[in-house]
Every structure is written in C-alpha cells, then in structure tokens.
C-alpha cells in the first residue's frame, strides 16, 4: 500500500482495511487530511516510509483528523530505500489530532519531522531511542517532559525539539 490514497484522496473520511492488509508503506494515506481514524488497525503488523536526500513522507503524513492515542507494540517501523532499518521520515508529520502517549519500544530510530506538528502527543519515554532526526517532535506542544536514552545520534540539523514551548524537563 504505497501511495495508495496519497493526495488524490482530501475527501476520503472513512476507510476499512481488510484482514490481509499487514503493511502500510511510503505516502499510502499522505494528505488524507479528514480521514477520521481513532484506532490503530489491528491488524497492521509494519509501516514505514522512505528516507531520501530531500525528503519523503511517510504513511501518515499530513492526516489531520486521525486521532488515535496508541500503537500496539507488535508494529515494526521500517523503511524502504535506504541501508537503514528504522529510519523513516515524517511519519506522522502534521497529525494535529494524533493523540499518542507512547511508542513500541522496538521503534529505536525516528528520523526528521517524524512526529512535527503533532500539537497533541504527550509521548514522554523515549529511552528505547537512539537516533532522533532533525525537527522530530518540533511543534509537539504537548509534551511537558521527556524521559531520553542513550541517544546516540542526531539529526544533522539540530533542532529536534523546536517550539515545543511546553516542555520543562529532559
């Protein structure tokens, strides 16, 4: 499911995944921005996008009224195009109504503007993280603190936290 939806589709409200949809990869949903979504499909097993000198989006990006609050922990994050395993670019860039709290622990690498304009996210625990990309949660205005790793990299152009005005402690 790559591109499927991508931007073809700003009308598309609801949308019903069938059992064998497993994976969603590359811009499937981009810019579905009334596709209404309050839970993870559950059975979704790997999403992902790609990693590329200037950019790419990912599956969800630009999906304004999604608004689940959870992903389940058996959800791989992969990439397509690239030598890295987990990095993945925009995810849920501009998901203004993405409610999430936390992420699968397997989730090591987010990589630039992964969760960037995501105003409602409260994720705080991010001690599995070892790579955050440039511009990851910039935006998140819900975050007040975050619990970090031993990050071990980040992105090239700093500013991973950028206007996260309520964040108080890391």
Not at 20 to 38: H, I, P, R, W
Not at 89 to 103: H, W, Y
Request: proline residues 3%; charged residues 15%.
């Amino acid at each position: 499911w790559r591109n499927t939806f991508s931007g073809s589709a700003s009308t598309l409200r609801k949308i019903t995944l069938g059992p064998k949809v497993t994976s969603l990869y590359g811009e499937a949903f981009q810019n579905c921005k009334v596709l209404e979504m309050d839970t993870f499909p559950s059975q979704v097993r790997e999403i992902g996008g790609y990693f590329a000198s200037g950019g790419g989006a990912g599956t969800f990006d630009g999906c304004e009224s999604i608004s689940f609050s959870e992903i389940p922990e058996n959800v791989v994050l992969k990439s397509q195009g690239t030598k890295y395993t987990h990095y993945t670019q925009n995810m849920f860039r501009n998901c203004k109504n993405l409610t999430l709290s936390k992420i699968p622990a397997s989730w090591w690498m987010l990589g630039d503007s992964f969760f960037a304009g995501c105003g409602k996210i409260t994720i705080s625990d991010l001690s599995n993280v070892t790579v955050l990309g440039s511009y990851a949660f910039q935006n998140c205005t819900g975050i007040t603190n975050i619990i970090l790793g031993p990050v071990t990299k980040w992105g090239g152009y700093g500013n991973t936290f950028q206007n996260c005005s309520n964040l108080k402690a890391v």
